[in-house]
């Protein structure tokens, strides 16, 4: 049984920056390919950052590359979502996922992953 928990959300100024962490459990973390989601009300989740491979390979959604930035420390068991230069329409649940497979072909689909975090809010305000 994986167990993710993010931490880190909460209200930011339109602007500012804010960083969500993601504790995994698992002896095979190293291997997992992980990935950042957000929801906001009445919306579907919606991808927003992906990496594997040693954080090797990254991939961000359009919406938010070149302000955020994943990372996985391996050594401790988590994975980062630095968010900079936020604004109001990043405000959202967001979740931190894993696969059991080292790499996910279409790691853009929340379909991809099995196991979930329970959520962290995230409000932006202008």
């Known amino acids: 049984q994986v167990q993710l928990v993010e931490s880190g959300g909460g209200s930011v100024q339109a602007g500012g920056s804010l960083r969500l962490s993601c504790a995994a459990s698992?002896?095979?973390?190293?291997?997992?390919?992980m990935g950042w989601f957000r929801q906001a009300p009445e919306k579907e989740r919606e991808f927003v950052a992906a990496?594997?491979?040693?954080?090797?390979?990254?991939e961000y959604a359009d919406a938010v590359k070149g302000r955020f930035t994943i990372s996985k420390d391996n050594a401790k068991n988590t994975v980062t979502l630095q968010m900079n230069s936020v604004n109001p329409e990043d405000t959202a649940v967001y979740y931190c996922a894993a696969s059991q497979y080292s790499y996910v072909r279409d790691r853009r689909a929340a379909t991809a992953y099995d196991y979930w975090g329970q959520g962290t809010q995230v409000i932006v305000s202008s």
């Open positions: 990496c594997g491979w040693g954080a090797i390979v990254t």
């Open positions: 698992g002896r095979a973390f190293s291997n997992y390919f």
